[in-house]
């Protein structure tokens, strides 16, 4: 009988090129490299001196998203360096002879929104990026992870990788969501669980009824944030729903190419009886909406629950970031979460700037008004997106209703371009990071899902979608 | 790459977890396109404290960051690697490393060892005992010494040979060129490629 595996192990198996022995590590093919301006001249540079050449050019594609505006596109980049940044991935890919979607391109935006858009992302390849949220690809059933500029110079010249199994962790999650609670709220409930460093050295495969009934959207928005939970890669099986978001995209498999994939994707799945490293359980049906109060993603708690008390951490290190954390987002234990005024509404990010996040967020301001004092800025993830957007009239009720509809990028995620929460300013944030600092100097971040932003902008303070019934 | 033995310099008692990498060199340092002069943005809002350890006199020319669990979480920004070196420092200790960031130290000859919680805490007192005080760190022997203290450190043995003998990955890997040679002639045709351009 054949042996037993999980789905990232046979995906692992299938792209082994060597395996390593003595402790060397095992060599992994890529299928599908994505690149970017921020983490890719050094590497282009490697490259120039050592005098060699891209492996696979048809495998590797670049957009420009980090450091981009995300207004005025027309314009050359104002700030010199981020200028001479994006002018360098130009002249890199035409040097290299490398497909690139620029500023003002129909394909142009946040890489790991560009790759499922072009159907490039399918179930059982392997993908990486220069970038940490390249987890998201692993909802269609890839094994797809984050590198280091060292990394990706490297699958630029051999088109793989070396890398060490990962162990695997099975991510639980049964039953089925009440009304306003959303992807984003299982990701931010199960990192809350198991730790910012819970899922280190794993593969994550996110399984169970709750899983299975999400979107494509919904599912690239829980394996976005593995990484969150410490873990390189996350993935969900493939299954109807992922065939039926692919098929027709412009590089998805076609005729007889597609018969043959079909096959082979209906087995990616983790075999029945296959052991996992490690498991985790969540009850979909007893989940809020969750929201963050501190300074790293898994300081979270339900949006109906309050901010703790550091004192009520038994782990000292645990008690002292909790401490340092409330210091820098100016709260006070025991206060509700729905107490908290926010002066800034950011819906965007690789994590929710895809067309389901914008509709889910429109249906709930539609016709209503920005609360007093607040900003709000939407940031589609692609300009595809944006334009699919502004088809089904989104963009006008995001206008009316007092937000700015930008162009799209990374953006305030990472406050690299002009986007940033101001000093001490408080913002709902749909994106993944409410580190120290990530989106701008002093900038306090909740982390949200796309419909309790909206709520919460129409409210003013932390608000789930339900208390606008009241 | 440069070959790494063994080596000496000062230790700093680095009293933070769950430090990420947007907090050893936020984005705003990211718009460069060169690979070295990082220095500058280490810590950068943590510096701004003129308490910070960093900041204090006997830890002005530092080698080896000893730190709380978690290192290097989030962000897979190599930045945090060349920062660190750029400033100084040749090997980071910790309880846990994120797997990103561990694997950026080992392309750039960092060593980045993992060492206990309670190995940690000694290490931290006995450099706050005597500020500035030098460790020394032997990665044949995976082994950190300062005075009567002797701790062992793991480091996958992989990436110890690697930086031992300074070896490039990329030499490393086109040794084996013909397998993934082989490996691409039996790739399926259903697999994405990006070009030719497909669609509108």
């Given at each position: 009988m054949a042996e037993k595996l999980t789905l990232a192990e046979k995906l692992w198996r299938d792209h082994l090129v060597v395996k390593g022995e003595d402790g060397a590590p095992d060599l992994i093919y890529i299928d599908l490299h994505l690149i970017h301006e921020v983490t890719s001249p050094q590497a282009f540079d490697g490259l120039r001196l050592a005098g060699r050449d891209i492996r696979r050019k048809d495998l590797t594609i670049a957009t420009e998203d980090?450091?981009?505006?995300?207004?005025?596109?027309?314009?050359?980049?104002?700030?010199p360096t981020s200028a001479k940044q994006v002018q360098a991935l130009r002249e890199n890919t035409e040097e290299y002879g490398v497909r690139i979607h620029s500023l003002?391109?129909?394909?142009?935006?946040?890489v790991h929104v560009v790759g499922p858009q072009l159907g490039l992302?399918?179930?059982?390849i392997t993908v990486v990026c220069?970038?940490?949220?390249?987890?998201?690809?692993?909802?269609?059933?890839a094994l797809a992870m984050g590198i280091g500029t060292s990394e990706v110079e490297h699958v630029l010249a051999t088109q793989t990788l070396p890398l060490k199994p990962f162990k695997t962790m099975a991510i639980n999650v049964e039953g089925s969501l009440r009304p306003g609670v959303s992807a984003k709220d299982i990701i931010l409930a199960i990192i809350a669980k198991i730790?910012?460093?819970?899922?280190?050295?794993y593969v994550l495969e996110y399984r169970g009824s709750a899983i299975r009934e999400l979107s494509m959207e919904g599912r690239m928005t829980i394996c976005n944030m593995s990484i969150e939970a410490g873990a390189r890669a996350g993935m969900v099986a493939p299954d109807e729903t992922t065939f039926e978001y692919l098929k027709?995209?412009?590089?998805a498999p076609e005729g007889k190419d597609w018969d043959e994939a079909m096959e082979y994707w209906k087995t990616l799945k983790t075999d029945e009886g296959a052991e996992f490293d490690a498991e985790v359980f969540i009850n979909a049906d007893e989940l809020d909406p969750f929201v963050t109060?501190?300074?790293?993603?898994?300081q979270g708690v339900s949006l109906l629950g309050e901010v703790p008390d550091?004192?009520?951490?038994?782990d000292p290190s645990d008690r002292e970031s909790a401490k340092q954390a409330l210091k820098y987002m100016d709260l006070q234990p025991g206060?509700?979460?729905?107490d908290i005024s926010v002066d800034t509404v950011f819906l965007g990010s690789c994590t929710n700037s895809r067309i389901e996040d914008l509709r889910a967020a429109a249906k709930l301001i539609k016709g209503k008004k920005l609360a007093e004092g607040l900003t709000m800025m939407v940031v589609p993830g692609s300009q595809k997106v944006r334009i699919e957007a502004e088809l089904e009239g989104l963009d006008k009720i995001f206008k009316d209703f007092g937000a700015e509809w930008r162009f799209a990028g990374?953006?305030?995620?990472?406050?690299?371009?002009?986007d940033q929460v101001g000093e001490f300013k408080r913002a709902a944030s749909t994106s993944n990071r409410n580190f120290?600092?990530?989106?701008?100097?002093?900038a306090r971040t909740h982390l949200v899902s796309p419909v309790v932003a909206a709520a919460t902008a129409i409210r003013g303070t932390l608000s789930a979608p339900s208390d606008l019934e009241d | 790459m440069e070959k790494i033995s063994n080596f000496t310099g000062v230790g700093v008692p680095?009293?933070?977890?769950?430090?990420?990498t947007d907090q050893i060199?936020?984005?705003?340092?990211?718009?460069?396109?060169?690979?070295?002069?990082?220095e500058d943005g280490l810590f950068s809002t943590l510096r701004q404290?003129?308490?910070?350890?960093?900041?204090?006199e006997p830890y002005k020319n530092p080698s080896v960051l000893v730190a709380g669990s978690?290192?290097?979480?989030?962000?897979?920004?190599e930045h945090a690697v060349w920062a660190l070196r750029d400033f100084g420092f040749k090997a980071v200790f910790s309880p846990k490393f994120a797997d990103i960031f561990r694997s950026n130290c080992g392309k750039q000859g960092l060593v980045a060892g993992v060492i206990s919680n309670s190995d940690t805490t000694k290490l931290w007192e006995a450099m706050e005992a005597q500020p500035g005080v030098e460790l020394e760190v032997d990665l044949p022997s995976q082994t950190i010494r300062l005075g009567e203290l002797e701790i062992n450190f793991e480091i996958d043995e992989y990436t110890k040979w690697r930086l031992s003998e300074g070896l490039d990955d990329i030499g490393i890997t086109l040794q084996n060129e013909d397998k993934i040679a082989e490996f691409e002639s039996r790739r399926a045709s259903w697999r994405p490629k990006t070009l030719p351009v497909k669609g509108d």
């Open positions: 980090h450091n981009t505006p995300t207004k005025d596109i027309h314009l050359p980049i104002a700030e003002g391109d129909k394909n142009q935006g946040i992302t399918m179930p059982g220069g970038d940490s949220h390249t987890s998201t690809h692993g909802a269609f059933g730790g910012t460093g819970g899922g280190q050295g027709g995209r412009p590089h109060w501190g300074t790293n993603p898994g550091p004192e009520s951490f038994e206060t509700k979460m729905k990374c953006s305030a995620c990472l406050g690299m371009n002009p120290v600092g990530r989106q701008g100097k002093n | 680095f009293r933070y977890s769950n430090v990420d060199i936020p984005a705003i340092y990211l718009k460069r396109i060169t690979k070295t002069g990082y404290d003129p308490d910070f350890v960093l900041n204090q978690d290192f290097g979480t989030g962000s897979s920004r």
